[in-house]
Nanobody, 114 residues
């Protein structure tokens, strides 16, 4: 059974870079046709898809976030990561990693504040 766990800082200052890691267990991130995604949800608002990386390493991003977002992976650690540059308080949200059509992590709260 595949499980996902997010990790990273809970507080980031404005204009800095947010970095989160998703550690996958119970399955390899390079297994064919897996698609690993990042999603966020600000308090009281809906879910927003940030982007994803396929089992083969191809990436896609939300057009509204593409210019300051990067998703990468470390197959040796079975992890994939999210980097978001120049964050603002509007990026405050609960961030989730998930396998498309499959399990989600429990999420991690990130607050952007000085």
């Amino acid at each position: 059974q595949v499980r996902l766990q997010e990790s990273g800082p809970g507080l980031v200052k404005p204009s800095q870079t947010l970095s989160l890691t998703c550690t996958v267990s119970g399955g390899s991130i390079t297994t064919r046709y897996y698609y690993w995604t990042w999603i966020r949800q600000p308090l009281g608002k809906g879910l927003e898809w940030i982007g994803g990386i396929t089992w083969s390493g191809d990436t896609r991003y939300s057009p509204s976030l593409q210019s300051r977002t990067a998703i990468s992976r470390d197959a040796s650690k079975n992890q994939f990561t999210l980097q978001m540059n120049f964050v603002t308080p509007e990026d405050t949200a609960r961030y989730y990693c998930a396998e498309r059509g499959g399990p989600w992590g429990q999420g991690t709260q990130v607050t952007i504040s000085s």
